[in-house]
């Protein structure tokens, strides 16, 4: 059985994919990285990944194909997703390649059992306990969005207490930038049953402005299939945060440690990549934890990191954490 971890990227992610790979060949024993492409723009992940002999890349047009067409059927049954993201300019679904990283399932796919890793993560400790979770269970995640539900599915919706109990809104709910689980969960046969259950009416409680998010919660919690967020099961002594507007974190022998605890990984989530493509270009850019990724980012090649003033000096991104923390509201 070949476990190992995924992503998704391309160019634009350059630096905090090196970044991610880094901290995994550091923290998670060198598992072997699969890179979903997001699109055809490569050509510097390419270059990474030729020096990076445990990293690979998956970019077979006919795999994304099958999970495109499923993506695309899920939305046609929306009573007005597609008109409105064709109001907004948007021809068909909006961030259709971010679905690319359903690929994960594909009974093509190289790993049997896998992590899933958004590209401005860094993984900062084992995760073993993650895997070894997927052993009684199919979907692991460890992670705090059950905190708000807003970002996964529409709360307006009365069909969402009808689809789904209080308790798996409770416990179930997850944050697609990081998830674990298992090649061929999704069967041809599960994959349209979901479609059909869309069709007759349970679109509605999808959410538009994050889709595949908003469709990955409802493709697992649907399905009857066990969910096991960390976050919620741990005991409280042992359970740590992982989100970058989590003001605590303490940096120390170049570890990120949460009240004494060292954390999993570390999900940049709401910032740009333009605050990590500028900031590598030498922009005196203030983002929470910015040494910890820039420590990862050049592990390999420290000549090349920017000099700047300490993280702590004032620079132009005033309130940056407090104006994530407001738009995602997730500790």
Request: contains cysteine; proline residues 4%.
């Amino acid at each position: 059985m070949t476990d190992g971890i995924y992503t998704l990227a391309n160019d634009h992610v350059f630096d905090q994919l090196v970044a991610l790979l880094n901290s995994i060949e550091t923290n998670a024993s060198n598992l072997p990285v699969c890179v979903i492409a997001y699109n055809d723009n490569l050509d510097r992940v390419r270059a990474e990944i030729a020096n990076r002999p445990n990293v690979t890349l998956m970019d077979d047009p006919t795999i994304f194909a099958r999970w495109r067409e499923f993506s695309t059927q899920v939305w046609t049954t929306h009573p007005h997703a597609l008109a409105t993201w064709k109001e907004q300019g948007i021809d068909g679904v909006y961030r259709l390649s971010c679905n690319h990283r359903y690929a994960s399932f594909d009974s093509e796919a190289p790993f049997d059992r896998f992590i899933y890793l958004d590209a401005d993560t860094l993984v900062l400790n084992s995760l073993d306990l993650i895997f070894e979770s997927l052993n009684d269970h199919d979907f692991v995640t460890y992670d705090f969005q059950f905190k708000d539900l807003s970002h996964i599915f529409n709360l307006t919706s009365s069909k969402l207490l009808e689809i789904f109990s209080q308790q798996q809104l409770q416990t179930e709910i997850f944050c697609s930038g990081c998830y674990a689980s298992k090649k061929g969960l999704f069967s041809l046969e599960r994959l349209q049953w979901l479609v059909s259950r869309l069709e007759e009416g349970e679109s509605e409680v999808l959410y538009l402005k994050a889709p595949n998010q908003s469709v990955l919660n409802y493709m697992t919690m649907r399905s009857g299939i066990t969910i096991h967020n960390l976050a919620v099961h741990l005991p409280l002594e042992n359970r740590t945060g992982n989100s970058v507007t989590s003001k605590h974190f303490e940096w120390r022998d170049r570890i990120l440690y949460d009240h004494g605890k060292r954390i999993t990984y570390l999900h940049y989530i709401g910032l740009s990549s333009q605050l990590f493509s500028k900031l590598c270009a030498g922009e005196n850019i203030n983002f929470p934890y910015r040494d910890t990724f820039l420590h990862y980012r050049y592990l390999h090649e420290p000549e090349k990191q920017p000099v700047l003033p300490p993280a702590d000096q004032p620079v132009n991104q005033p309130s940056l954490a407090r104006r994530v923390l407001q738009k995602l509201r997730v500790g």
